[in-house]
């Protein structure tokens, strides 16, 4: 509820301007980006218990302080834009923005550790239990992603911006008590959850007394017995570690993390999945503001919103039943050769009737007008419609007037946006839900499955990094090529990088099962991994 409700509120504090909402985006984004490794690494050196109790709480206190403070400043911001020149309401904005990034990076921590390692242990060696799990969580996300924006829309609607506020304060609040209660609770029916602490110790002794050695798997049982004695040295080791090698630790901790991800056996598979968030295909504030611009209402948009949540529901139920079928490399196999095929028709759709795009515009036409002219953009600034009209109708012919007649009525012209390209578009980023959630599924799996537990904190952390930055870059994309004439070469690029994506998986796959790739509806053999987890071919 939180992560729509942001936005949606940074949005109304400025004074229906974006710059706060991009703002926070890039801080969010730039944080998990440089600290998504050091998040991991935090996760895997510290007992389960104290790390999702830790990033729980930290999580919902952050959401909480940051309610009452936008409160503060819905109530009074009259008065704060008077005291100090307003640089007291600034001060506010930048409060809110960094604990908003401080709940998110508390967020990832809690992902990580309750999505990427407790499910993996509660699950034990049922693989198809625990492709259930992830199946059933992910299920949960989407229905949660379609009554979280509904509820906070209502309250906005028929309260205000100061009630939703405090609605989510409370609500988090009290969500902090029963999530504590339930993780508790898992917990202690889960004897096998506690296990985690002597390995993580064993951990970090290998870092500070070898730093960098390749063989800190083998033997855990031999380990775990000889740890007793070892600890004894760890209190003098800490002491003679510098204050210089204290700093670059964090810096050690990132390098260690992206060079670990880069040799793992499913780095393919994973990034695969980052290159998918390189893309404008989304129910994101790009495509709606797309859609907005070319003669789509708000009631059809959210229709299509509920629709994508329905197929990537669907997409959850594809996945666990072709893992059962064709076991779960060639299952990711599979959702990305349909989810490509999907996305063809937004390809397609780029050169149907209706599609605002026109090379002859320069995509960097609007950055160049608003950087180099010394007047802003008149056609944005001074419209000479009337002031009921409704936007759908009349952007278009704001932004396309190399398509459109300058001299048409506005409220008279549904001719110069015809649907057929903009229905093609939504089809196939609707229809893609399907395959895109069975593929991420796959690939959150294998990532399960593969990794040794003393590095899937790290291990995920990094990747939840590519994720950001490949989700970042997109966002550059856009800031780059704004006008919706340039929207059409945003949407190419975008299936480009899905389909260099799902290349990447599939020379994964290749080099997993050799020939057997391509052997239809036969489940991969399971391969019994004894007593060296690096070695888990995990196979489904």
Not at 175 to 196: D, F, G, I, R
Not at 528 to 534: E, L, N
């Amino acid at each position: 509820m939180w992560h729509f409700a942001v936005s949606v509120f940074l949005v109304e504090l400025y004074g229906n301007s974006l710059l706060l909402t991009a703002v926070y985006g890039l801080v969010v984004a730039g944080s998990v980006l440089l600290l998504g490794a050091i998040i991991g690494d935090w996760v895997d050196k510290n007992s389960r218990l104290k790390v999702a109790q830790t990033s729980l709480v930290v999580q919902n206190a952050s959401v909480i302080l940051c309610g009452i403070i936008l409160m503060i400043v819905f109530l009074f911001k009259t008065q704060l834009l008077t005291l100090y020149h307003g640089w007291l309401l600034t001060v506010c904005y930048i409060l809110v923005i960094t604990i908003a990034n401080i709940a998110n990076l508390a967020s990832t921590a809690t992902a990580i550790t309750i999505q990427r390692d407790w499910i993996v242990v509660v699950a034990g060696e049922d693989r198809s239990k625990l492709a259930d799990m992830n199946a059933t969580i992910r299920r949960i996300d989407q229905l949660t992603n379609i009554l979280a924006p509904m509820a906070v829309g209502q309250i906005m609607t028929y309260g205000s911006p100061m009630i939703g506020c405090g609605f989510i304060s409370g609500w988090n609040l009290m969500s902090m008590c029963v999530e504590y209660l339930l993780l508790w609770k898992v917990y202690q029916k889960t004897p096998t959850l506690a296990l985690k602490s002597a390995k993580v110790e064993e951990s970090e002794l290998k870092q500070l007394n070898v730093k960098k050695e390749s063989d800190a798997k083998p033997a855990e049982g031999v380990q775990l017995i000889v740890e007793k004695d070892v600890t004894g040295f760890e209190p003098p080791q800490e002491k003679e570690v510098s204050c210089g090698a204290r700093i670059a630790e964090p810096f050690i901790t990132f390098r260690d993390g992206w060079v670990a991800y880069y040799n793992q056996p499913v780095f393919l598979a994973g990034m695969g999945l980052a290159f998918l968030y390189m893309t404008v295909l989304g129910f994101d504030c790009i495509t709606t503001g797309y859609a907005y611009t070319q003669g789509l209402s708000g009631s059809v948009l959210s229709l299509l919103m509920g629709a994508s949540a329905v197929t990537g529901i669907m997409g959850t139920v594809a996945f666990t039943w072709l893992r059962r079928k064709c076991g779960l490399i060639r299952t990711g196999l599979i959702s990305g050769v349909a989810q490509f095929a999907c996305l063809v028709l937004c390809a397609i759709s780029v050169f149907m009737p209706g599609s605002p795009m026109d090379l002859t515009v320069s995509p960097f036409a609007d950055i160049s007008a608003r950087l180099f002219e010394s007047e802003p953009l008149p056609t944005i600034a001074s419209p000479e419609d009337k002031p009921d009209m409704v936007f759908a109708t009349g952007m278009p012919n704001l932004l396309n007037g190399s398509t459109t007649p300058a001299n048409g009525d506005p409220e008279m012209s549904p001719e110069p946006v015809p649907l057929i390209s903009v229905s093609l578009l939504f089809a196939g980023v609707i229809a893609a839900r399907v395959g895109l959630w069975s593929f991420d599924l796959t690939v959150t799996q294998l990532l399960q499955e593969n990794v040794v537990e003393s590095e899937r904190g790290i291990i995920n952390g990094v990747q939840n990094s590519m994720n950001y930055l490949l989700d970042l870059l997109h966002f550059i994309m856009v800031i780059l090529a704004p006008n919706p004439e340039a929207f059409g070469l945003l949407v190419l690029i975008s299936v480009s990088f899905v389909a260099m994506g799902h290349i990447m998986y599939f020379r994964f796959a290749q080099k997993s099962l050799g020939k057997q790739l391509f052997v239809c509806c036969t489940p991969d053999p399971k391969t019994v991994s004894d007593s060296s987890p690096p070695g888990n071919t995990s196979t489904v």
